[in-house]
């Protein structure tokens, strides 16, 4: 098949692919206003009682321990931080908006889900470990979770082509994006860039999905976001955990160690937490 009608086909599927609810894009908006207040995003988020559950679900459970409940949405809001439910609020809807299972032809559901997961932790755990602000690190972790977000239309609509990738890759030893780009004529960076930009995604979301298989020439301002989930990506890669079609993923330069002021050392000291946290974003995304 030609590559035109190859590429052709990706955006039509992703044409059809359903849009962000409308809470959530609202939500997106005006939490990128910088005079959004608690009590601003609250008006907006009471119209949405599942996303408002989940807010307090967030709030109340294990991973803030609080020990006392908080039944407040405004209180929950002021608690978490704007930036943290912005993200919340971003990374459900995407994730119920791609966990048909019948979408994931050749890459398995459950797999990517928890490869996606993965990074996004893992990027949060380092984020924290570098000392990075609070109210940043979300953003970390939704960066590292929609990261390969560019492999579920490819994987869906070309599935055929896609085994046929994977298998290159797999047989001649290469980084899946390169198979792809053979095979396809186009990788999944490119694709989840068409869809991080069509459902006008932060620019820090935008330019990881496009960035991070080439990070070394990228010069925007997100690059201490982009290099932290590159680290996270490889981490999943040779620890196995979770499945993104790569068993062959290229190293990693050592200009991102450098960059993040870290050493590999970092792989060990996060290694133990990895799981645990894991879990607890997946409950909380239900991933499945
Ligand atoms: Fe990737």
């Given at each position: 098949?030609?590559?035109?009608?190859?590429?052709?086909?990706?955006?039509?599927?992703?044409?059809?692919?359903?849009?962000?609810?409308?809470?959530?894009?609202?939500?997106?908006?005006?939490?990128?206003?910088?005079?959004?207040?608690?009590?601003?995003?609250?008006?907006?988020?009471s119209l949405d009682p599942v996303l408002m559950g989940r807010v307090l679900k967030l709030i109340n459970s294990a991973y803030y321990?609080?020990?006392?409940?908080?039944?407040?949405?405004?209180?929950?809001?002021?608690?978490?931080?704007?930036?943290?439910?912005?993200?919340?609020?971003?990374?459900?809807?995407?994730?119920?908006?791609?966990?048909?299972?019948?979408?994931?032809?050749?890459?398995?559901?459950?797999?990517?889900?928890?490869?996606?997961?993965?990074?996004?932790?893992?990027?949060?755990?380092?984020?924290?470990?570098?000392?990075?602000?609070?109210?940043?690190?979300?953003?970390?972790?939704?960066?590292?979770?929609?990261?390969?977000?560019?492999?579920?239309?490819?994987?869906?609509?070309?599935?055929?082509?896609?085994?046929?990738?994977?298998?290159?890759?797999?047989?001649?030893?290469?980084?899946?994006?390169?198979?792809?780009?053979?095979?396809?004529?186009?990788?999944?960076?490119?694709?989840?860039?068409?869809?991080?930009?069509?459902?006008?995604?932060?620019?820090?979301?935008?330019?990881?999905?496009?960035?991070?298989?080439?990070?070394?020439?990228?010069?925007?301002?997100?690059?201490?976001?982009?290099?932290?989930?590159?680290?996270?990506?490889?981490?999943?890669?040779?620890?196995?955990?979770?499945?993104?079609?790569?068993?062959?993923?290229?190293?990693?330069?050592?200009?991102?160690?450098?960059?993040?002021?870290?050493?590999?050392?970092?792989?060990?000291?996060?290694e133990s937490g990895v799981t645990a946290e894991i879990e607890n974003a997946r409950i909380f995304l239900k991933t499945n």
């Open positions: 098949m030609s590559s035109a009608n190859n590429l052709e086909k990706i955006n039509a599927y992703i044409g059809r692919m359903p849009s962000l609810p409308v809470t959530v894009t609202k939500v997106l908006e005006i939490c990128n206003n910088p005079k959004t207040s608690p009590t601003d995003l609250n008006r907006i988020i321990g609080l020990g006392q409940q908080v039944t407040s949405l405004v209180r929950a809001i002021i608690m978490l931080g704007i930036n943290t439910v912005k993200n919340l609020a971003l990374s459900t809807a995407v994730v119920d908006n791609l966990s048909d299972r019948a979408a994931f032809q050749a890459i398995n559901m459950d797999g990517f889900w928890r490869h996606s997961l993965c990074v996004g932790v893992t990027s949060r755990m380092v984020a924290k470990k570098r000392g990075v602000d609070q109210r940043s690190v979300e953003e970390y972790f939704a960066a590292g979770l929609l990261h390969d977000l560019g492999k579920i239309p490819m994987n869906n609509v070309l599935s055929k082509e896609y085994v046929l990738a994977m298998s290159m890759a797999d047989r001649e030893r290469l980084p899946l994006y390169f198979a792809e780009k053979r095979e396809i004529d186009t990788d999944h960076s490119e694709v989840g860039t068409i869809i991080a930009q069509s459902w006008k995604l932060d620019r820090a979301i935008v330019d990881t999905v496009n960035a991070h298989h080439a990070y070394l020439e990228y010069d925007g301002p997100y690059k201490d976001i982009l290099y932290t989930v590159v680290l996270a990506n490889y981490f999943a890669n040779i620890q196995e955990i979770g499945f993104s079609g790569d068993r062959y993923p290229e190293r990693i330069d050592p200009s991102v160690y450098q960059f993040l002021g870290l050493t590999r050392d970092i792989f060990e000291e996060i």
